[in-house]
Structures are given as C-alpha cells and as structure tokens.
C-alpha cells in the first residue's frame, strides 16, 4: 500500500519513469518491469535484488537477462502510460486498479503453468500465505468480468488503513469509531488523506457505521453466515450512488473543519513531532511511524475502528504488450522466496503477500517476548501463516507495530477492499471531493 521509505512516498520523490525502451537491441533478453519507487529492497535502478534476479535467471535458463525497472508516482500515472501505448512486461498496482486494467482488459492472465504445486521454482504459489491466496481466488475482477483477481494478479504487499495515534494524548476508545473524525476534542490535532478513494471510504464508515455494528453483533451471534456477511459489508463499503455520495460529502464537510489537514505523505513526520495525536495511516507507514516515534521515547499505537476498515493489496500483473511471460513469472517467483520476502519487508516497510515457516520466524524474531517478559500473550496468525502459528509477544505489541502488521483475524474479517470506480462512478467521486475540498 517498518524501516523504510513510504509507498506512497511515490508522489515526493524523483520522478525517474522511462516510458520507451526503443534504445534496447531487439536480440536481448530484456524484462522491462515498472513499479512505486523505492518499493523493492536496495532502491530502483541499483537493486541488489534485480541484480540477483538476473544471476538467478542464468542459472536456472542459462539465458541472460536484463532487467530494465522504471517507477512511476501513482496507480493513475501508471495508468496513462498503459493507455498511451507504454510497453512493460510486468508492473505492480494496487487491487483497484487491477480490477479496473483487467475490466478495460489491459492485462493477460497467468497461464496454468505457474499454479502448478509440484513445480518447486513455482516459489509464489507454493509459499503465498493462505489468506492472500483465499482472498485473490474469492473476489472477482467485476461483474462484466467475472473472473478472480487470482487470474491476473500475483499479491505483493497488503495490508490495512487505521489510527496512529498517541495514547498519552488520546482516549483509545475514541479511535474506535470513524466519527472521531468530528471529536471536537481532537480538532486541529488529526489528519485524513488527500485522496478521493480514502477520504471517501472515511465518510462511508461514518455513514454506515451504525448499520455495519449491527451487522458485526449479527456475524458474532450467528445470525448470519460469514458470505452473506462479507457480501454485504462490501456491499456497504463500495456505495456509489448519487444519494449515498451526496450524503457522504456532508459528513466530509465537517470533518475538514476539525482536521489539522489533509495529506498525503507528511503526515508520518508530523505525527512523529507530536504536531498531531492522531493520523489515520496506511499500515506499513504506521509501522514506519510508530518505529521512529520509538526511537525518540514516544510510544504510539495502532488502532482499525470496529465496525469496518479498508483492506489494500498490491499485486504483480502482465499488461497485454507483455513479450517476455516467462521471464516475468520467473521474477514473480524469484521475489517469493521467503529470504527476499523478507529483504522486501524489512527495506520498505510493509507487509508480503508471502507466508509460510520461514518469513514466520522472522515475525518470532521481529516481535516474539523474551523468556522473562511476564507481560507475554499468545498472538494467533493461523489464518495468515498455517494452522498453529501462534506467536508469543509482548502484550503491548496487541496494539503497536505487529497489530499493524499482522491484525488478528476477527479484525481482519472486518476489512474490506475498495472497487474501482467507474466513469460515471468517478466523475461523481471527484466533483464530490471537490465541493469538500474547496469549500
């Protein structure tokens, strides 16, 4: 969407895309990958780990291989030069705007080779945790286009939206609830993303948070099953009517007045300084976040509302002037080894797609207690790593940089991801955040 650089730190940094490649030798063996800068171990151009990619591929083909990696500043940049005619054989977006390239059918989909289990180069399927594998098989492309995202996409990096917040200055029951957003006890002291798809998920858990509480005490009493309850709670989280639009816009007005801004990256630094006690935050930048507060002898938290939060991923996806399908598999595989998940996880600071025994002692290693600590609780991950990982951690990790990592999975039953908007749908979306942002 830890130690390192923020994703959507995109937008700030140098602008370092390379639309063509015309300059190549038609006769080279070249992987022309584009991605969010600084969203793979070692930087950009200089890799360690593209340079391994390559030493690795000879290995395995006896082929050399080159690997010319552009980045670009957002899904929507991205999404230009796609349109323009801009050739990659493998790029990286985030689950919207997958739904939306593979709708448009900007995209191939993965050809039945590389799901075979009994393959062992085969490193994504056979170590992509189940919860990533369950989620990318369940939800479909659209309704026109029916397809998993799993066709398409092979999971990256995921994780959640939440409160960082300070709890010397803030009452953890009051970020429980989206409409702290409007807490007059907090005003000038939050800040929100600017950002249409955030913003607008914002004011749709105001919206529907009573609905969505009702909804949770349902699931919890048994009184509806876990599909229809995920069906609806999409239903809710994904509400792009005229009404429901117009309804939102009124709530979002309010709460800009209490913010102390919208933002889109300096928020983590602000929130660091202590000029706000509450930043609503991408999970890897909460880690990055409460890291550096740490450092400094501020302990922050973490904290997903109760009634819904958004669930993001970002995934590796071939566009249709993809040339080298082999060689993109082979790259999506090579960063699904456990010991470059983790190089990946411990340089940008966010959350792999990969699961398993291997990046799982890395977590024991990152958070588990020390023999003597008597404030030592069990974490279960099951859902994430495999039947009994069960972590044991400091208890205050239940709310710090593991929780934003690795929520608990009743939490994680409550988050859901966004669609894509269409262009109707988006139209509507930014003439709303307009009138919100202007006014």
Known sequence: MKK???????????????????????????????????????????????????????????????????????????????????????????????????????????????????????????????????????????????????????????????????????????????????????????????????????????????????????????????????????RLMNDTSQDTMANVKELLKPMKENLYGFETDEGKNDTIAGKVSINYQWSGDAVYIMDEAEDAGTYLHYAIPDSVSNLWFDGWVMPTSCENQSAAMAFVNFLSMPENAVKNMNYIGYTSCVGGETVFEEMIDWYGAEDDDETAVEYDLSYFFGEGSILITPEGQLTRQLFAQYPDEKTITRCVAMRYFNRDENARANNMWNDVTFS
């Not at 890799?47 to 500043?73: A, C, N, P």
């Not at 409409?179 to 907090?186: G, R, S």
């Open 4 to 234: 390192r650089i923020s994703l959507l730190l995109c937008g700030a940094l140098a602008f370092t895309f390379v639309p063509t490649f015309n300059s190549c030798s038609p006769t080279k063996n070249v992987l022309r990958v584009a991605n969010c800068a600084e969203y793979i171990y070692g930087g950009d151009e200089d890799s360690e780990l593209l340079r391994d990619f390559e030493t690795w591929y000879e290995g395995k083909t006896g082929e050399k291989i080159q690997v010319e990696y552009s980045t670009y500043e957002d899904n929507e940049t991205l999404y230009n030069y796609l349109k323009m005619g801009d050739k990659f054989d493998l790029v990286c977006p985030s689950e919207y705007m997958i739904m939306k390239l593979a709708d448009e059918g900007r995209l191939l989909t993965y050809p039945k080779e590389f799901f075979d289990t009994a393959n062992a180069d085969n490193y994504y399927v056979n170590n992509v945790s189940p919860f990533i594998k369950e989620t990318f098989e369940s939800n479909i492309i659209s309704d026109r286009n029916p397809r998993a995202w799993s066709a398409y996409a092979a999971g990256y990096m995921w994780g959640t939206t939440g409160f960082v917040f300070n709890p010397e200055l803030v009452n953890p029951d009051d970020v429980r609830t989206w409409n702290v957003f409007i807490n007059p006890t907090y005003k000038n002291k939050l800040t929100a993303k600017n950002n249409v798809r955030d913003s607008y998920f914002v004011g749709l858990g105001m919206y529907y948070e009573q609905n969505i509480l009702t909804l949770n005490a349902q699931l919890s009493l048994g009184e509806i099953e876990l599909s229809a309850y995920k069906n609806e709670l999409s």
